[in-house]
């Protein structure tokens, strides 16, 4: 059981990056995705969410109107759509699945992958 974060790079304040979430083992479709995203000397902090149930999605206040998070079932991947990116979105960024979660929140969720690095700088 594996995720593979990946997608990240250095790119410029306005830019876009897409970030992947690979599963190997499980089927992703019957979990919750989230990425969650930590910058140096900061919390880790929900950044968007796809729920099992609904494919709802659900997004930090930080990043609505700019991220966009979808899952393809058939290439079992979850993708986030990062626009009009910013320094502060700097920070390495997680996907993780869980079957009972709390979203946002990083509680619930049983699988982590290892993170990509996302840099936002002129």
């Known amino acids: 059981v594996q995720l593979q974060a990946s997608g990240g790079g250095l790119v410029q304040p306005g830019g876009s990056l897409r970030l992947s979430c690979a599963a190997s083992?499980?089927?992703?479709?019957?979990?919750?995705i989230g990425w969650f995203r930590q910058a140096p000397g900061k919390e880790r902090e929900g950044v968007a969410c796809?729920?099992?149930?609904?494919?709802?999605?659900f997004y930090a206040d930080s990043v609505k109107g700019r991220f966009t998070i979808s899952r393809d079932n058939a290439k079992n991947t979850v993708y986030l759509q990062m626009n009009s990116l910013k320094p502060e979105d700097t920070a390495v960024y997680y996907c993780?699945?869980?079957?009972?979660?709390?979203?946002?929140?990083?509680?619930?969720?049983?699988?982590w992958g290892q993170g990509t690095q996302v840099t936002v700088s002129s």
């Open positions: 083992g499980f089927t992703l479709a019957y979990y919750d």
């Open positions: 796809i729920s099992r149930r609904d494919g709802g999605t």
């Open positions: 993780a699945a869980g079957f009972n979660t709390r979203c946002l929140s990083d509680m619930g969720y049983d699988y």
